[in-house]
């Protein structure tokens, strides 16, 4: 079977006399593996933390949001678990999707503990 994943992406923006829209609706990607996994994590202060990805083997598709609704509490998810290099930021109410190229993804916030709500797929 192929093309089991779909993935539907907007953003756009209005400002002033400005606007501008970016969008990549249905797009369809095979899934090689069978497993994900879907759950929530709490983040703390502290980087190294892995986003437990339960049965799956390799990363493939992510998808994460941010379920706090105070304001500050930021998470950023990183490849390496010192934290180091944050290359995503996520506020609060905030969502993301793209493909994985870290095999253990780490997550940690700026203050607080916010959740973290995710799915991985397996690639």
Known sequence: MASEITVSLTLSFTKGAKSETLQDLAAKFDMA?????????????TPGA????????TPGWFFATNNSTTAGENIKITPEA???????????GESCCCRLAATAPYAFSATGTPELEYMIIED
């Open 33 to 45: 593996g069978t497993d994900f996994v879907k759950a929530t994590m709490v983040t703390a202060t």
């Open 50 to 57: 892995a986003i437990p990805q339960a049965g799956v083997g």
């Open 82 to 92: 010192d934290g180091s290099s944050p290359c995503i930021l996520l506020e609060p």
